[in-house]
């Protein structure tokens, strides 16, 4: 195999630690390395700069300080918001429906299959169309009195598509019932203001914009009743129990502030790479469709289907050729089922095995882009002749 340079094409499923994350980091492994709950003068450091993170996180989402409850990432926060308002609604009120959509992440649609498997909750579906977005006027159809909580992402993981969560969340207000987001693939490239997003909780984590693995947030709006899912010390104001993480917290506020610093001009330009790759590959291969909205996406997100491919053998191609990609969801990886989302959306087996999702960011230059668009035709076509003789 001869040699060549790597071109990461899957922002969507993590992205590089920034340097000046890193370097904000390491002195809270030492030497300052206090545990923020002692009286001591190590430990009142540690404190400072796990509210310092805080004040940061808080003034980003323009919330209070007091609204932001730091988790081990992405998943725990769908987790602490699905569960933990689930369980206190039913708890204040009696309610028991939980209406989410076919295109959550896992996070948050396993976390209400186990309320309904185990707990005695109901989970319903707002249907979403053939872009996979959701039409507010749907969820106002089916909430009611009993809806203990409604959950949908802000810009889909797989597909790109962002909902209308305003209108989402006025709806919601309206009825009294909380109203959770996730909003992890969005805080790198959309606004994240919770007062004009009006939302009830909404959940991020570090490793989609730039900043660690294993360290992420859930806003939770003043005064909203929450079951905490990790029960055990104090911490967090008493809703996330455990010594908190402050060097991995240090770098999220440090990546937050960094990646905020350059939206807009970044994604502007990735609006423009990503536009020039979807042209390319929908004028150069045949039975190739783009999966998601074709406007109301993220700027950095591109997913198409391709009808008979497998998208596991296409990705090891492309892998082979130097490009890393994904099918859709990073979780999914090694899974040969036809993806839930591309079929949530209306397609058939047939398109919803060969999904492709390449999403950019940083490190991706027109180059980068081009290079692909040179090699993607013969590969979907090498996948094609295979899917045929077999
Ligand atoms: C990555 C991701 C998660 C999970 O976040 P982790 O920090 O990896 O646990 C949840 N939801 C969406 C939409 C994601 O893209």
Partial sequence: MVWQERVYLDYA?????????????????????GNPSSVHFEGQQAEAALEEARERIAQALGAKPREII?????????????????????????????LITPVEHHAVSATAHQLEDVYGFKVE?????????VDPDDLRALINADTALVSVIYANNEIGTINPIAEIAKICCEKNVPFHTDAVQAVAHLSLDVESLGVTALSLGAHKFYGPKGVGALYLRRGTSIVPTQTGGAQENGLRAGTENIPLIVGMAEALSLVLEDLDRESERLRTLRDRLIEGVLESIPRARLTGHPTQRLPNHASFAFEHVDANLLLMHLDHEGFACSSGSACKTGNPEPSEVLQAIGLTPQWAMGGLRVTLGRGTSQDHIERFLEVLPQVVEKCRVINRVS
């Fill in 70 to 98: 730091f988790t081990s990432g992405g998943t725990e926060s769908d987790n602490l918001a699905v569960r933990g308002l689930a369980l206190a609604e039913r708890k204040r009120r009696g309610a028991t429906r939980i």
């Fill in 13 to 33: 499923a993590t992205t590089p630690v920034d340097e000046r994350v890193i370097k904000a980091i390491l002195p809270y492994f030492s030497p300052n390395f």
């Fill in 125 to 133: 579906y707002i249907p979403v169309d053939s872009h996979g977005q």
